[in-house]
Structure formats: structure tokens, C-alpha cells
């Protein structure tokens, strides 16, 4: 994830299913113990700093 990028515009939040991503001082937090691996949040991010990468990459 490239927070850099992040526009805080919480797409990633508010279209998570799992309810597995939390936001800090605006900022999207994933909680890989509540995430399915869906990459909902990835396809909506306008700025793609979230990722999908296979686990162990």
C-alpha cells in the first residue's frame, strides 16, 4: 500500500464487505485477520496505492 498517494477519500472503507479496513487520521488500515482478499477496496481506490499482491510477496 502507497499511502503517499492516498487521497482520503475512503472508497476503500466504505466499499469493503468484511468491514476490514479502518480508517487513522484518515488513512485506510487493513486488518489482514477480517480480509478475504475480495480487492473490492483496490478496484475502487481512484489513486491504486492499494494493491493486491499474493501472500508471502
Known amino acids: 500500500m ?3 498517494k492516498c487521497r482520503k477519500c475512503t472508497l476503500c472503507w466504505k466499499f469493503c464487505p ?3 479496513i ?3 487520521d484518515g488513512l485506510p ?3 489482514l485477520d ?3 482478499g475480495c480487492g473490492i477496496c ?3 481506490c481512484p489513486t ?3 494493491t493486491m499482491v499474493k501472500e508471502g510477496e
Open 42 to 44: 483496490a478496484n475502487e
Open 2 to 4: 502507497d499511502l503517499e
Open 18 to 20: 468484511d468491514a476490514a
Open 29 to 31: 488500515v487493513i486488518d
Open 34 to 36: 477480517f480480509c478475504k
Open 48 to 50: 491504486k496505492c492499494i
Open 22 to 24: 479502518e480508517l487513522v
